[in-house]
């Protein structure tokens, strides 16, 4: 299994993240990575990894769909008597993890 892993591995040669770099506004920032990666053509750039974890501590993951990213927040398709919906009102500390095959992960 190893072997056939390392043969997948991709080298990722890309800038660095510097936080001097970085908007001070997280959604501006956001919008601009999410630019890139449109830019870049990247599968279904608003699919992300959601994670959240509920009243038993347990962490689930899915991957959502992006509506809309504004000061107040992500926004993305879901059914709110779903678990995610279940466990964001039992604790609203969640991940959102964008991925693309022409950028690195950002958690935002």
């Not at 879901?78 to 609203?92: C, L, W």
């Amino acid at each position: 299994m190893k072997d056939k892993v390392e043969t997948l591995r991709i080298d990722y040669d890309k800038d660095t993240l510097d936080i001097k770099d970085l908007n001070a506004d997280p959604i501006v920032q956001f919008e601009y990575w999410f630019d890139e990666a449109v830019e870049a053509n990247v599968p279904e750039p608003h699919a992300f990894t959601f994670s959240s974890v509920g009243a038993y501590g347990k962490p689930t993951s899915r991957i959502v769909l992006l509506r809309n990213a504004t000061a107040n927040g992500f926004s993305f398709f879901t059914n709110y008597n779903s678990r995610k919906g279940h466990n964001i009102d039992v604790n609203p500390n969640v991940c959102a993890n964008f991925f693309g095959n022409n950028c690195s992960a950002r958690c935002v």
